[in-house]
């Protein structure tokens, strides 16, 4: 495999041939970072952190290797590294986004990109496709189309089958377990924005976003998780919306099943925070905000249990 170095303008020194199966260049498509002893009730998923662009993969796009991942919740699943250490799972996708989207419907996709008819039960008009970022994305964040010709129907069915439906049942199952152990499960999802997002949230006359929490306006999660998140990252000084712009995506609303037990919370952190937007590389940054987020999920962790009560168990 291999991962895009910055500043390398890949697609030109690739081989310009592509496997019958894009999917297998993904092996494994994800990781799963499990704790030595799981201690809380919350699963850690980071689905947009992925950044190995195999050769195959190149051929097809048509951006240098910074545009191709501006697209990335650049380092998010090094951020969030430490949750194994807190007794907590974490899955995180090697398969970069711009190969596939597993936050949004199994086949959500844009006809405009394909080169022939998409069968009748494929999801072509919802408002995500007509921004270009389908399951298969047409762009990067810039409005930026990724390849360079018309997709095929037996590659976007390879991407959706293989990986995208393995992913979901890892997460399902890292989610499961947990509810089994506990009674109850919290999945936090954890994205990165661009700074202009933070900026369109003053714009709204909303403070400045360091952090955004989305619970899908109460319905993924209780409120009561939501506040406590909010409050623990105020109190080291970040600046926190709840819901807007950003108030979580497909993942977010399909786990999320309070009445069940199963709540769902988005994390997105501003990139500004971390990482040059335009380099890609890593700031002085990166490690304050590390140890910020170690202290804050400690604290939130710990008295998760507090605040939901496992569901009763039924009577034989």
Not at 26 to 36: D, E, G
Request: net charge negative; with cysteine; charged share 20%.
């Amino acid at each position: 495999m291999q991962i895009i170095p910055l500043l390398h303008n890949s697609h030109q020194e690739v081989e310009q041939t592509v496997p019958s199966l894009l999917s297998d260049c993904f092996k494994p498509a994800f990781r799963i970072r499990r704790p030595a002893q799981l201690s809380h009730s919350a699963v850690f998923n980071s689905p947009h952190s992925g950044r190995v662009y195999p050769a195959a993969l190149c051929a097809l796009v048509r951006l240098d290797a910074v545009s191709l991942r501006k697209s990335e919740d650049c380092y998010i699943d090094e951020l969030f590294a430490g949750v194994t250490d807190l007794g907590c799972p974490m899955l995180a996708a090697d398969f970069p986004r711009v190969f596939l989207d597993v936050n949004r419907e199994p086949y959500e996709l844009d006809p405009a990109m394909f080169d022939a008819p998409l069968p009748a039960f494929v999801n072509t008009t919802s408002l995500r496709v007509a921004g270009g970022l389908g399951t298969i994305p047409r762009i990067v964040s810039e409005n930026e189309a990724i390849y360079r010709g018309p997709l095929t129907w037996s590659d976007a069915q390879d991407r959706i089958e293989r990986v995208y439906r393995a992913y979901h049942r890892a997460l399902a199952k890292l989610i499961d377990d947990t509810a089994r152990q506990f009674g109850h499960a919290v999945l936090i999802d954890c994205h990165s924005m661009p700074s202009s997002a933070a900026r369109l949230s003053a714009a709204r006359g909303l403070p400045r976003a360091d952090i955004i929490i989305g619970d899908r306006y109460g319905a993924s999660c209780d409120l009561a998780v939501s506040e406590m998140l909010e409050s623990l990252f105020s109190g080291f000084g970040l600046s926190v919306v709840h819901n807007k712009p950003y108030a979580g995506g497909f993942i977010t609303q399909s786990y999320g099943r309070p009445q069940h037990g199963i709540r769902a919370l988005q994390i997105e952190i501003n990139r500004a925070l971390y990482m040059n937007e335009q380099t890609l590389e890593k700031t002085t940054g990166f490690d304050e905000l590390h140890h910020i987020l170690n202290q804050v999920l400690d604290l939130f962790l710990a008295n998760l249990n507090n605040l939901l009560s496992p569901l009763p168990v039924a009577a034989e």
